[in-house]
């Protein structure tokens, strides 16, 4: 199994609770447990290793315009310092991968993507995709995945505590970055973003100094009560969020359209991959969408549950939890769209071979005041 | 170090059983709430039901899992800890003193296979 840098680290917290999450040995959560975690984040601040994500830099004159062809929002137009969140697509509108890409300047572009995809990614980005050829040679794509360490620093206090270690990456607005902060002699990228909802820090720097990086953000945050948090509260978080997660809300068998990331498609764009497919979705109407679930029964959904209106099965579960926050079971499927389904209709989960009652519900379940 | 009561029979599903007169009680043993973490919901058993032994009749839901629970003693549904329907997280405070379910009519034989306290705690030292 694969580690990162800071896998040491773990074990000097007794009751971290590891997991195999794609090949990558990570916390899962510690002592505290997943709804502590995600109690903090959201009330205080919580710091995620999330380093097992993959990392590459797109550059070259003409870098933008081709991260621009192979993703569906607008890279060209970025500025300096910007970031976007953007899908990348088959021909066939369907999803490579989410990412968030960085403009540098005009020729160097950070892209960072789902761990489990990162080799998927670069073989699309480098040779496969329909135009790789086209800019062979005028576009190079380095692969920093392996030597790059990412921790977030997220929740409503996370300003307060980048403010102790640097004043100038606690100014950064959203969707902002500076790409060298010195952070205690520590070369960081630091952005304003994140994945749980609410406000935060995504800290880059070379893996040698991971630990080093962890460590100061852990003392910087004492008065904030700044803890250690896993991957558990990371997908309850995002869930509440609506922010989707590859492989549930979105994959290789679901567009952007049909998981209602409408405004991340761009379909006024003159070309990327998967627009003419995007179009004739966006022209006839997409065949199924994602819908909020809150559930009259009680039972958790899981991912890959089928969702039933009378007898007939329209759809199944993507994403579901017991909503720390709102403490509702909750979720997401995918249903289809010539039902004519509206919020505060019920369908049906089969859980554990039982039919459960859930009300379709607008969402995000939790939007940060 | 998962606490196992002697006086208990166990699965290598992680349940326990606890006979008292003519009931046998059922609940999931403390390495079982460990590693299922916070419980959030806990699927139970019709009364009046019977079930076969190691046939599935609830499941335990935590933040992170499902897992299935298998009847460990053919036996008819008595009684259910409704308890549990508000606060699933009594199992993880105490899984012991805080049942699933109440079995009547259950198998004896079923019972007399099952493992006993210092066999189960050898079975869960070849899970680490």
């Known amino acids: 199994m694969r580690h990162t840098p800071l896998y040491e680290e773990y074990s000097r917290y007794p009751g971290v609770r590891m997991v195999d999450f794609g090949g990558w040995n990570l916390p899962l959560h510690y002592a505290t447990g997943i709804t502590n975690e995600h109690h903090a984040v959201r009330q205080r601040c919580g710091l995620f290793d999330i380093s097992h994500m993959g990392e590459c830099m797109v550059s070259g004159p003409k870098a933008g315009e081709y991260l621009d062809y192979l993703t569906t929002n607008r890279v060209a137009s970025l500025e300096d310092g910007q970031i976007v969140y953007t899908l990348m697509c088959y021909p066939n509108g369907t999803v490579v991968d989410d990412l968030i890409v960085y403009r540098l300047n005009s020729e160097e572009y950070w892209v960072v993507m789902n761990a489990a995809n990162t080799a998927k990614n670069l073989k699309w980005i480098i040779e496969e995709n329909p135009k790789a050829s086209l800019y062979k040679g005028e576009v190079k794509v380095t692969d920093f995945s392996d030597h790059i360490s990412l921790l977030a620093l997220q929740g409503p206090k996370a300003e307060a505590v980048m403010a102790k270690l640097s004043p100038e990456a606690a100014s950064l607005k959203f969707f902002r970055f500076f790409s060298d902060i010195s952070i205690n002699n520590i070369r960081c990228l630091v952005s304003r973003n994140g994945y749980t909802g609410e406000d935060g820090f995504e800290l880059y720097c070379d893996n040698e100094q991971a630990v080093d990086l962890w460590k100061l953000l852990l003392e910087a945050g004492g008065e904030e009560e700044l803890i250690p948090c896993g991957l558990g509260c990371r997908d309850t978080l995002r869930l509440e969020a609506r922010l989707p997660l590859y492989g549930h809300e979105i994959s290789e068998e679901i567009t952007p359209l049909e998981a209602n990331l409408t405004p991340f498609v761009k379909l006024d764009k003159e070309d990327f991959c998967g627009k003419e497919a995007l179009m004739e979705q966006h022209l006839k109407g997409v065949p199924r969408s994602l819908r909020g679930i809150e559930m009259l029964d009680n039972a958790v959904p899981r991912h890959g549950q089928p969702v039933f209106l009378e007898d007939e099965q329209i759809g199944f579960v993507t994403s579901g939890t017991k909503s720390p926050t709102l403490g509702i079971f909750c979720g997401f499927a995918l249903i289809s769209r010539q039902k004519g389904l509206s919020f505060g209709d019920v369908v049906e989960i089969e859980i554990h071979g039982k039919h459960k009652r859930a009300k379709l519900v607008k969402t995000p379940f939790y939007k940060r005041v | ?128």
């Open chain 2, 1 to 128: 170090m998962s606490n196992i009561p002697s006086n208990l029979k166990y699965t290598k599903e992680h349940e326990w059983v606890r006979l008292e007169g003519d009931l046998a009680y059922v609940g999931i043993t403390d390495y079982a709430q460990d590693t299922l973490g916070e419980i959030v919901y806990v699927e139970l058993p019709p009364v009046g039901e019977s079930y076969a032994a190691e046939e599935e009749i609830a499941n335990v839901e935590s933040v992170k899992a499902a897992s299935a629970i298998y009847n460990p003693i053919s036996g008819t549904v008595a009684e259910v800890n409704e308890e549990l329907d508000g606060s699933p997280d009594l199992i993880n405070e105490d899984s012991y003193a805080n049942h699933l379910y109440i079995l009547k009519e259950f198998y004896l034989d079923d019972y007399e296979l099952l493992l006993d306290g210092e066999a189960y705690g050898e079975y869960l030292k070849t899970l680490e």
